[in-house]
């Protein structure tokens, strides 16, 4: 009767992985163990079923612990999911003493655990009862033991063969997925942003904002000027040695792995067209000038994301727990940082995902679905495009004109400057104070004090409490000899800011 019940528990394991689509986990034909999930409406079922004689409950309890200490070790893979497990054993008889109880001791806390006894006493009666608890209603297989032991024996022999090569189909098709092509243009955009960064420095400094705009960073008053290839070229450019470490490290890993799944050219196009949304998305939220590979590296995340979406089991098996994890983890920081460019990072996320839909999986060909992404991409690009327009106002323009004449003044490019800051005064926005003083600075380092004279009263005239200013003043009045003026304007500064030691020994010098 042994081959009879070999052909029962195979035959049985045939039918719910090639007719109620379980998938096998794990095959032990040795040992006649075979383990089988399926993913019902975010609730995994997972069978294990076994051929073995139990004579003593003992035995069957010791069974159930090494099962639980399988689930253990395994429970990476069923992590966040809703789990039922069915052990099934297939055998002649029942153990000798009462058994049924151990119904009622649960493998895990967080697993709800039922016991099917197969012996041929109740082998049918029990295999309907587990087929209504799955939910296969009425798609009971025909497992009668009516077959001579020759024909049990060639079916167990196929069956085996089947179930294995099965096994072997379905590890080849998983692994199929990561390798469909190789990163050949990851490891291009490498070189080439570690080349630009070294131009960069070369010709500047690439935490230089006046260098970055001058070779292509995304600066929204020269976009809306009509530069929209500053969304291309920005892509390119890091500002600072971190930045690009970091980011270049991210592409390294993201980008192997997203080239390896969609191949070169959707690689190309979901990068590209990700780096594009992201570009554009930081134009229309973001005034400041940015630059850097961020907004098509989260495109690269939102690639995999799309890779999830199909491929729901394999993805929350390999990266997916760790690669929600890390987009959540920088997502925070972004917020956290001002200075991070969330509008590139949610945008070419976003964008990612988008392109991906429209580039699509390889061998997978749905052209609705990716004809209808590609249109929700471009209204998409048409709005941000908009809206970007709309908020490129004065404001934002002259506080970058701040920043780089400050910068300017800094590298002792003071006429530059002036002549900037000149231009900026033109639409100063709410940044006419800060104009004028960084402008008087540039005068005063060039020996033209009655225009820093001017630039500083009329600074004050604006700002009352600009206590720099009055600082500066009280240099310059005291430089022209006019000891009254100076002294005032030596003493507001002191007053405005009482813990600045510069401002206080000035006054103080007044006063001896």
């Known amino acids: 009767m042994f081959i009879k019940q070999e052909y029962f528990f195979w035959k049985l394991a045939h039918d719910l992985v090639s007719h109620q689509d379980f998938e096998i986990l794990h095959v032990n034909v040795d040992n006649s163990e075979v383990w089988l999930e399926k993913d019902k409406g975010g609730k995994v079922q997972v069978i294990r079923l076994f051929h073995g004689q139990f004579n003593w409950r003992n035995q069957l309890i010791r069974d159930l612990e090494r099962v639980k200490l399988q689930m253990k070790q395994n429970k990476r893979l069923f992590r966040g999911k809703r789990l039922s497990l069915y052990c099934l054993y297939i055998s002649e008889y029942p153990p000798v003493d009462e058994w049924e109880n151990v119904k009622q ?18 082998k049918m009666d029990r295999v309907n009862a587990l087929y209504e608890e799955l939910g296969l209603g009425m798609q009971v297989p025909d497992l009668s033991l009516e077959i001579n032991e020759h024909e049990a024996e060639v079916q167990v022999h196929y069956m085996k063969q089947l179930t294995a090569a099965n096994q072997r189909k379905k590890k080849r098709e998983g692994e199929a997925l990561f390798t469909f092509g190789k990163p050949i243009l990851t490891y291009v955009l490498l070189a080439l942003n570690v ?95 940015a630059a850097g590979a961020s907004g098509a590296i989260f495109g690269l995340f939102g690639a995999l994301l799309y890779f999830g979406v199909h491929y729901k089991r394999l993805f929350f098996r390999t990266m997916g727990y760790n690669l929600i994890f890390v987009i959540g983890i920088n997502l925070a920081f972004g917020i956290l940082v001002p200075q991070v460019d969330n509008g590139a990072h949610m945008g070419g996320l976003l964008g990612g995902f988008i392109a991906s839909a429209i580039c699509n999986l390889p061998k997978k060909k749905q052209w609705g679905f990716q004809s209808l992404a590609a249109v929700a991409y471009t209204l998409a690009i048409v709005v941000m495009i908009f809206l970007g327009i709309q908020q490129t106002d004065e404001e934002s323009y002259a506080l970058i004109q701040v920043q780089q004449s400050q910068e300017l003044n800094e590298q002792q490019n003071f006429q530059k400057a002036i002549d900037l800051t000149n231009e900026a005064l033109d639409k100063p926005g709410d940044f006419e104070a800060e104009l004028l003083f960084n402008r008087s600075y540039a005068y005063t380092q060039t020996g033209q004090l009655n225009q820093a004279q001017k630039d500083l009263e009329q600074v004050i005239e604006l700002d009352p409490e600009f206590a720099e200013a009055h600082y500066n003043l009280a240099l310059i009045y005291r430089q022209m000899g006019k000891i009254d003026k100076s002294g005032r304007h030596a003493d507001e500064a002191a007053r405005l800011k009482p813990d600045n030691e510069q401002f206080q020994e000035l006054n103080q010098s007044f006063n001896q």
Not at 114 to 121: E, F, K, R, T, V
Not at 221 to 250: C, K, Q, Y
Not at 254 to 279: D, H, K, M, N, P
Request: overall charge negative; charged content about 10%.
């Open 105 to 122: 001791n649960e493998l895990t806390n967080h697993t709800q655990t039922a016991i099917h006894y197969l012996d041929d006493d109740h």
């Open 195 to 289: 080349l630009v960064y070294l131009f960069i420095e070369y010709k500047g400094s690439s935490t230089s904002i006046t260098t970055l705009i001058e070779y292509g960073a995304k600066y929204n008053p020269a976009i809306v000027d009509g530069e929209w290839w500053r969304i291309l070229s920005s892509m390119f450019l890091h500002i600072g040695t971190l930045h690009l470490l970091m980011n270049m490290l991210a592409l390294y890993y993201l980008g192997t792995a997203v080239e390896r799944i969609y191949g070169t050219l959707r690689f190309t196009s979901i990068y590209f067209l990700a780096g594009i949304f992201g570009g554009l998305a930081s134009f229309m939220l973001n005034p400041q000038v």
